[in-house]
Nanobody, 123 residues
Framework: QVQLVEFGGGLVQAGGSLRLSCAAS????????MGWFRQAPGKEREFVAA????????YYADSVKGRFTIPRDNAKNTVYLQVNSLKPEDTAIYYC????????????????WGQGTQVTVSS
């Protein structure tokens, strides 16, 4: 069974940075695209970023382009989300997920999800 565990969230002031991690256990995920989503209180879960199995292709939501990056280390079965220049509107629970099939920005395209890690940005 494959499990994903996120960590690295926390409380940060506007303009600050965090590095979120998502570690996979059970099997390697080197052949899978991986994605990050986030969900703020009262809002729908929204796409943040995705990365191909080899790291050569990345995809970002317009709201985070230029501020977030999504590197991965297949040897460690880990994908990261580097979040920079944080804004209060970035406050959300951040989830990593393994892509199954379908468009990268759709929640329903992912078949394995982590438990989430909270990011809170103060002004």
């Amino acid at each position: 069974q494959v499990q994903l565990v996120e960590f690295g969230g926390g409380l940060v002031q506007a303009g600050g940075s965090l590095r979120l991690s998502c570690a996979a256990s059970g099997r390697t995920f080197s052949n899978y695209y991986m994605g990050w989503f986030r969900q703020a209180p009262g809002k729908e879960r929204e796409f943040v970023a995705a990365i191909s199995w080899g790291g050569g292709s990345t995809y970002y939501a317009d709201s985070v382009k230029g501020r977030f990056t999504i590197p991965r280390d297949n040897a460690k079965n880990t994908v990261y989300l580097q979040v920079n220049s944080l804004k209060p509107e970035d406050t959300a629970i951040y989830y990593c997920a393994r892509h199954g099939s379908g468009r990268y920005h759709l929640r329903t395209s992912y078949d394995v999800w982590g438990q989430g890690t909270q990011v809170t940005v103060s002004s």
